[in-house]
């Protein structure tokens, strides 16, 4: 990896995070993963109650680093069109031409997504896999970097459609909120209370840390993170391990897997690191697997949570040396 590249990895790490924290009081690890789903080319579900930031989490994002975003509340009455555009016919010129969606952004924030039906939320699945929209037959590459980051609220609530398979597979990590603490809550209210308004950011301090293409400059950097035979085997047996398991009915995919292994490159990375160790890999599981695993019937019924499966994942598939 490039000496000065690779030494600047956790201070732009750190500089990023400081700014998006100016804005953002007591979700440290929801930043921190966001960061390395960022510089690993991952798509983010943001998932929490109404009220806990998701949205001013990506808007601090995109203003840290410079790059255009747009943002898409999802509705049930949204059209896979009004995602990635269409054509319209221009009476001048008496011919069609393209307007593009707002789905041609850096940061892409799709705003409660699963309270759109299905076919809506699927407008997704080729951006987020191809990087590439096909409006009327015709390819259009999506700008360098593109990152999706959806909030949802949790599907009990009313008013919200599960997300499909195909869909959820496609995201890197899976993010959850928690309500803040006491004192991080308490330093939210003083912060609006001495004049932060969200919806100027930068009048609350915010600075832009990096660019898109230093963005872009660092994915390239990362395939050059040594990773051993003995930890790409441990990460396929976590993943088998996920199939396995009793209490699962449809455990993590080979892309799962790819995304693990991505994921843990880029923590090892911007800890400061040029090679994967087993503990990237731990830190990394509950993100990437906590939303491709399915529970069977029984397993619900008896209260059992995915969290409690990846416990048991982790202590019964060995540790490499």
């Excluded at 705003?111 to 039906?117: F, G, K, S, T, V």
């Excluded at 600075?207 to 396929?236: F, H, M, N, T």
């Amino acid at each position: 990896m490039s000496d000065t590249v690779f030494s600047a990895l956790p201070q732009a790490r750190e500089a990023i995070r400081a700014q998006i924290k100016k804005a953002i009081r007591g979700q440290d690890e929801a930043i921190d993963h966001l960061l390395i789903a960022l510089f690993s080319g991952g798509h983010i579900l943001l998932e929490g109650v109404p009220g806990l930031g998701k949205s001013l989490l990506a808007q601090a994002l995109g203003f840290a680093v410079k790059a255009d975003w747009k943002r898409i509340q999802f509705t049930p009455d949204l059209m896979p069109s009004d995602i990635v555009g269409t054509s319209v016919y221009d009476a001048d010129a008496k011919a069609f031409r393209v307007k593009k969606g707002p789905i041609f952004t850096n940061i892409l924030l799709a705003d409660e997504i699963n309270r759109a039906p299905a076919k809506t939320q699927s407008a997704l699945l080729e951006a987020m896999q191809e990087a590439k929209v096909n409006i009327d037959g015709k390819d259009y590459p999506l700008p360098e970097p593109f990152i999706v980051i959806a909030t949802q609220n949790p599907v009990e609530m009313e008013g919200t459609y599960p997300l499909p398979e195909a869909q959820i597979d496609r995201f890197m990590m899976k993010i959850l909120l928690p309500y803040p603490g006491h004192e991080a809550e308490k330093a939210v209210l003083r912060a609006y209370r001495d004049g932060f308004d969200a919806r100027r950011l930068e009048k609350a301090g915010l600075e832009i840390a990096a660019s898109p293409k230093e963005i872009a400059a660092v994915a390239q950097e990362l395939s050059r993170v040594g990773c051993d035979e003995e930890i790409l085997d441990y990460i396929v047996r976590l993943a088998e391990a996920s199939r396995k398991h009793r209490d699962i009915q449809l455990g993590a995919s080979p892309r799962a897997a790819v995304d693990l292994f991505k994921a843990s490159r880029a923590l090892a990375a911007l800890d400061g690191r040029d090679y994967v160790v087993p503990d990237d890999v731990r830190s990394m599981i509950r993100p990437v697997f906590r939303h491709r695993m399915a529970l069977n019937p029984e397993a619900e019924i008896e209260g059992r949570e995915g969290e409690a499966v990846i416990a048991d994942i982790l202590a019964a598939v060995e540790i490499p040396r």
